[in-house]
């Protein structure tokens, strides 16, 4: 974790023994980081509106929210909050070249709740439920009309043309082809008299395919890099019998250690 973030550990540090002394001077020197820029920039913002989560490009650390209270998962008051979500998470591995803080963490957030936009050539073209439970609300029409004018009205007023746009957004419950459908519909109703209103889409049913009402959120991140490492070029059959054979070989491996 960069230095920023120690605080009450480098005093604790402070007051080793002699014993840890010398043991330290006969190893290597450990390597530590700082971001004094970043730092104060995190500060600014909080203080501006009294906490914030991390967010990348594309993901933000949800996959590393218990590193944090659970009561709000995702708030950071500090740099060393931040650097807590984002070090342990897969989901920023692949997107750190771009970081933004959003101020919505400062209010609870509810899952069940959250949408995602999809928007192309200046058009809100989908929105969809980001968490793939059933609720019965989102299945009312009344919500979902209300939902869909509260959005468009917010674009149009807020965003639009502000907004540049990007690539690689996982479309969840939209299919990629369907969103360029909806792209070359919404194209033709903008150059009519018509206005395009954008498709809302939610899980419809506890049977519907994207729902994972037993499953953990972040299960696909539970599932050990050994696992990962042999499942490669597998199916589930072959993956089943190569895994028996690494648990054999290890307990083996382990019986033998107790003997000698």
């Known amino acids: ?62 996959d590393a929210a218990w590193m944090l209270p659970p009561s709000f998962p995702l708030k950071c008051t500090a740099p060393s909050d931040v650097y807590s979500l984002l070090k342990p998470s897969d989901f920023i591995l692949h997107d750190l070249t771009r970081i933004m803080f959003s101020r919505a963490a400062t209010q609870e957030l509810n899952r ?15 929105i969809s439920q980001r968490d793939p439970n059933y609720y019965d609300f989102w299945n009312e029409h009344g919500t979902q009309q209300k939902v869909v004018d509260a959005l468009t009205r917010y674009w149009e007023e807020n965003i639009k043309g502000k907004w540049e746009d990007t690539y690689g957004n996982y479309p969840l419950l939209f299919e990629y082809e369907e ?50 490492a042999l499942s490669g070029g597998r199916n589930v059959e072959e993956f089943a019998e190569v895994w028996q054979e690494q648990l054999r070989r290890s307990t083996k491996g382990t019986h033998s250690d107790d003997e000698s």
Not at 28 to 56: C, H, N, S, W
Not at 186 to 206: C, F, G, I, M
């Open 1 to 62: 974790m960069p230095k920023a973030g120690l605080g009450r550990l480098d005093e604790e540090d402070s007051t080793d023994n002699s014993d840890d002394d010398e043991d330290e001077e006969s190893r290597e020197p450990r390597r530590m980081f700082a971001f004094p820029e970043l730092d104060a920039k995190i500060r600014v913002t909080v203080k501006q509106y009294g906490a914030v989560f991390p967010k990348l490009y594309f993901s933000s650390p949800r």
């Open 112 to 126: 069940s709740r959250e949408l995602r936009c999809f928007v192309r050539r200046e058009i809100l073209l989908g």
């Open 179 to 228: 969103l360029l459908d909806l792209l070359t519909e919404a194209s033709s109703v903008s150059s009519s008299a018509n206005h395009y209103h954008p498709v809302l889409k939610v899980v419809d049913s506890r049977s519907h395919p994207a729902a994972a009402r037993n499953a953990h959120i972040y299960q696909h991140n539970m599932v050990p890099m050994e696992a990962l």
